[in-house]
Each structure stands twice: as C-alpha cells, then as structure tokens.
C-alpha cells in the first residue's frame, strides 16, 4: 500500500505511541481482561477515539483510511486496544447520515472530547444474524419513548456515556419497524448490565448484556424517521467493516513478523529453521495472505473517503470476509512455527491466535458476508 506523506507521518506516529505504551501491557490487559482506561485517555488526547468527528463539531476531521492505518499499527501488538481508535464511528456516523442539525451540535461535540466512550446496541439473545428479528420495544408515550427489552454483545457499553440502541417501534415484520435511539446510561432510570461475557480472546474489551426496564428515552434522541433504524446501522456497519478487516492485517502482520524473528532464531539440526524451505514456503504464504488483505482493506477506505457509497457494501464484506479469514489462518501458522512454545503463553502467537477467531464472528459473521458479497454479485 503506497500512502501520502502525510499517511505515513500518521502511522509513524501511531507505531511509536504503540511500541511506547501498547506493547508493554497488551499481554496484561489479556492476562487480567481489564479495561484499559489509561490507553482511552491517551488515545483521546492524540485524537483517535475520535477520529472520524468532523472538525466542523471539534473532532479531529480524519477519514476511513487513517483509522484503518490507526487500528492496523495497534493491532500488530494487540487487536483488543486497536478498537479504541475510532470507537466513537458506530455512534457518529447515524447522527451524521441520518439525525438532525440539533443533534449533531448537541452530541458531536461531547464525542471530540478527550475519552468519551461509546457502545451500540443491536444484537439480542435471538437476534444476531437476523438483525430483523429485533424484539427489543419502543413505545411512544407523549413526549418520550419507553424502552423494554434486553440487548447481548454490547462492547463497551457499561464504559459508555452514549449508547446507540436499535429497538421495534412498530409491528411491521423484519427490518422495516426497527428505529435507532440514542440512550445516555448514566443518566436514565432502568438500564442495567449484566455480567462481562468470559470471552476467548479480545480480553480487554468488555462485551456485557443490556436490560432496559421501563426505560424513558426522549423523543429528541430518536435518530432518523421511526422504521429507518435498520438502514442507520448497516450504513454504520459499513463504515466500520473495513477497520476489522484492517485490524486484522496489523494482526496477520505482528504475527508474521514474530513467525519471522523466531525463524531466525531457532536452531534444529545444527541449523537455523529458517533455512528450511517448508518453513519459507509458510512464511512466503503468510505474506502473501497479509499483503492481499491489506489492498483489499484500503481499496476499500479509498472508496468510502471518495463517497463512492454504491460499491461501499459490498468492497466492506469482501475486504472484512478475505481479512479475517486471512488472520486466522496467518496466526494459526505462526503458532505452527513456532512448535510447542508456540502454545503457551510465554509468546504473543497463542494470544493472536485467539484474538483472530473473533474477527470471522463479529460485524457480522463471515457467513453472512458472503451473502451480501453474492447479493451484490447476482442483483447486476
């Protein structure tokens, strides 16, 4: 990937702040599963929770390809603390599309700020796949709305000022009566979370269900027309696909690179194992894997930033679908390489390993991208 100049002096000074701050405690964070609330006040003082907020409300104004550089640097080391840069985008980017002027000036500000964190809300115990399957209620009553129903997987969301939740206003069957509303947590009665979720990898990033009981949200935080909900979270779904798929280049790469430096330096048979062509023929196509799932994650950043909104479904599934499975076959071989140290803890591969098995089930599991990517093929 050939970057402007002003590209690589972002990403240079994204791997030195990585290399400074991630890399020593990203084994930790893992070990402990905390949440890393020191990187979010740092991450917010360099602008990159906020990344994508217009400069117009105070944000830094940057656009899809630098936080897919931001999200790739960080992930060599950890896929966990990339999602911290950018995380602001699920939230900002239905405000920008579809809520109003006085939304926008309310909200967006508050996100441009140092360390704001934010969530969204859509899948439920029933409903991951199958977004239409939403049971989750909204029901108007004068000025508010209340809202009753429980939501599962919502990263962040106990951490959240500002949660993003996509509810049934309507009894219309499927996609068509789902409405997005904008929910402040800490400041409304009834929403309660329950336990952390135990997960395999991505230790770090709390993922918890959500349990709204009677929860009166006012009508001016309603995002868009109700019933066009569904269409705000796949715009944002979108947008957010191609920084997965970027995330898991850093993390085909980081784990490429430690694949190489262990090459070198383990002996068997009086000779470095990097001297034998079956270990060059999996690092050649480990490389091979990460370098096409780069092009693929960039053509992609490229044509959001060039507002080519047409082709933007279906190069984000292609370039999501292709960059996850690539992680997880590229960590898997590294964990090969490196034998049996490979399988313990003393070495980052094992962590990769388990980091990359998400990337093929969340934003929508690869399965379901390769519909949309066969949709896209056969509608002409």
Same mark, same amino acid.
């Given at each position: 990937?050939?970057?402007?100049?002003?590209?690589?002096?972002?990403?240079?000074?994204?791997?030195?702040?990585?290399?400074?701050?991630?890399?020593? #405690?990203?084994?930790?964070? $893992?070990?402990? $599963?905390?949440?890393?609330?020191?990187?979010?006040?740092?991450?917010?003082?360099?602008?990159?929770?906020?990344?994508?907020?217009? =400069?117009?409300?105070?944000?830094?104004?940057? %656009?899809?390809?630098?936080?897919?550089?931001?999200?790739?640097?960080?992930?060599?080391?950890?896929?966990?603390?990339?999602?911290?840069?950018?995380?602001?985008?699920?939230?900002?980017?239905?405000?920008?599309?579809?809520?109003?002027?006085?939304?926008?000036?309310? #909200?967006?500000?508050?996100?441009?700020?140092?360390?704001?964190?934010?969530?969204?809300?859509?899948?439920?115990?029933?409903?991951?796949?199958?977004?239409?399957?939403?049971?989750?209620?909204?029901?108007?009553?004068?000025?508010?709305?209340?809202?009753?129903?429980?939501?599962?997987?919502?990263?962040?969301?106990?951490?959240?000022?500002?949660?993003?939740?996509?509810?049934?206003?309507?009894?219309?069957?499927?996609?068509?009566?789902?409405?997005?509303?904008?929910?402040?947590?800490?400041?409304?009665? !009834?929403?309660?979370?329950?336990?952390? =979720?135990?997960?395999?990898?991505?230790?770090?990033?709390? %993922?918890?269900?959500?349990?709204? $009981?009677?929860?009166?949200?006012?009508?001016?935080?309603?995002?868009? &027309? =109700?019933?066009?909900?569904?269409?705000?979270?796949?715009?944002?779904?979108?947008? %957010?696909?191609?920084?997965?798929?970027?995330?898991?280049?850093?993390?085909?790469?980081?784990?490429?690179?430690?694949?190489?430096?262990?090459?070198?330096?383990?002996?068997?048979?009086?000779?470095?194992?990097?001297?034998?062509?079956?270990?060059?023929?999996?690092?050649?196509?480990?490389? #091979?894997?990460?370098?096409?799932?780069?092009?693929?994650?960039?053509?992609?950043?490229?044509?959001? &930033?060039?507002?080519?909104?047409?082709?933007? %479904?279906?190069?984000?599934?292609?370039?999501?679908?292709?960059?996850?499975?690539?992680?997880?076959?590229?960590?898997?071989?590294?964990?090969?390489?490196?034998? !049996?140290?490979?399988?313990?803890? &003393?070495?980052?591969? =094992?962590?990769?390993?388990?980091?990359?098995?998400?990337?093929?089930?969340?934003?929508?599991?690869?399965?379901?991208?390769?519909?949309?990517?066969?949709?896209?093929?056969?509608?002409?």
């Amino acid at each position: 990937m050939i970057f402007t100049e002003e590209q690589q002096a972002f990403r240079d000074s994204v791997r030195r702040v990585v290399e400074r701050h991630v890399a020593p #405690i990203a084994a930790e964070i $893992d070990e402990t $599963d905390r949440f890393p609330t020191e990187l979010v006040k740092l991450f917010g003082e360099m602008g990159w929770v906020q990344l994508l907020v217009p =400069e117009q409300y105070g944000g830094p104004g940057g %656009n899809l390809t630098m936080m897919c550089i931001a999200r790739e640097e960080i992930a060599r080391v950890s896929p966990a603390c990339a999602t911290l840069a950018g995380l602001n985008t699920m939230l900002a980017m239905p405000l920008l599309h579809f809520g109003t002027e006085a939304q926008r000036q309310r #909200i967006l500000p508050l996100l441009a700020r140092e360390g704001t964190v934010t969530a969204t809300a859509i899948s439920e115990p029933q409903a991951g796949s199958d977004v239409g399957a939403i049971a989750t209620r909204a029901v108007r009553k004068g000025d508010h709305y209340v809202l009753n129903g429980r939501k599962q997987w919502c990263s962040y969301g106990c951490e959240a000022e500002f949660i993003m939740l996509y509810a049934r206003t309507s009894d219309e069957v499927g996609a068509a009566g789902i409405s997005a509303f904008l929910l402040e947590p800490k400041r409304m009665n !009834g929403i309660t979370f329950g336990r952390h =979720e135990r997960k395999m990898g991505f230790r770090g990033a709390p %993922n918890t269900p959500i349990f709204l $009981d009677d929860v009166e949200v006012p009508v001016e935080n309603l995002v868009g &027309d =109700e019933g066009r909900g569904f269409r705000a979270s796949m715009r944002a779904l979108d947008m %957010n696909r191609p920084t997965i798929g970027a995330q898991c280049v850093g993390l085909g790469q980081g784990a490429l690179d430690a694949a190489i430096a262990y090459a070198r330096e383990r002996r068997q048979f009086k000779r470095s194992i990097s001297d034998f062509q079956g270990i060059q023929f999996m690092l050649a196509d480990m490389a #091979i894997q990460v370098e096409a799932a780069r092009g693929l994650v960039y053509q992609c950043a490229g044509a959001a &930033d060039g507002g080519d909104w047409k082709r933007l %479904n279906y190069l984000a599934s292609v370039a999501k679908c292709f960059a996850s499975d690539m992680a997880m076959k590229v960590t898997t071989d590294a964990v090969q390489v490196f034998g !049996g140290y490979g399988y313990t803890r &003393d070495y980052p591969v =094992e962590r990769w390993m388990r980091d990359a098995k998400l990337t093929q089930i969340f934003e929508g599991t690869n399965q379901i991208q390769r519909i949309v990517i066969a949709r896209e093929l056969l509608s002409g």
